[in-house]
């Protein structure tokens, strides 16, 4: 993935995450079955409440900037209440098909809302 365009993938989550947050982000980098994992939360009012749907515009670029590496955008209610958003990208060339990491849907759509 181009270094640039990850910068801008990143920087638009953690501005809309630092923008609503209550006094919380948390980030989480890490390694999953060869795909690299950039998880933000935060204690916002979360996606549903967030004020202008500037959030949602700035995360469909986010999609189609990490779509178009192989990647995928996951977006979700955390634990502290407010958004998760996380960024799956191929540490290498794609995988096969299957090959994914765990997504952390549980089935309930109710806190998911899909991009893209």
Same mark, same amino acid.
């Given at each position: 993935m181009?270094?640039?365009?990850l910068?801008?993938?990143?920087r638009? =989550? !953690?501005?809309?995450?630092?923008?609503?947050a209550?006094?919380? =982000?948390?980030?989480?980098?890490?390694?999953?079955?060869?795909w690299?994992?950039?998880?933000?939360?935060?204690d916002?009012?979360?996606?549903g409440?967030?004020?202008g749907?500037?959030?949602?515009l700035?995360?469909?670029?986010?999609h189609? !900037? =990490?779509?178009g590496?192989g990647?995928s !955008?996951?977006?979700?209610?955390c634990?502290?209440?407010?958004?998760r =958003?996380?960024?799956?990208l191929?540490?290498?060339?794609p995988p096969?098909a299957g090959?994914?990491?765990?997504?952390?849907?549980?089935?309930d759509?109710?806190?998911?809302r899909?991009?893209?």
């Open positions: 181009d270094a640039v365009a910068w801008r993938a990143l638009n =989550v !953690l501005d809309n995450a630092c923008r609503v209550g006094h919380r =982000v948390n980030v989480r980098v890490g390694v999953e079955r060869g690299v994992v950039l998880q933000v939360d935060d916002g009012p979360g996606f409440q967030a004020p749907g500037l959030a949602s700035g995360l469909g670029i986010v189609d !900037l =990490v779509s590496y990647g !955008l996951e977006i979700r209610t634990e502290m209440g407010g958004a =958003v996380r960024l799956l191929p540490s290498a060339p096969p090959d994914a990491p765990d997504s952390e849907w549980d089935g759509w109710d806190d998911w899909p991009i893209g």
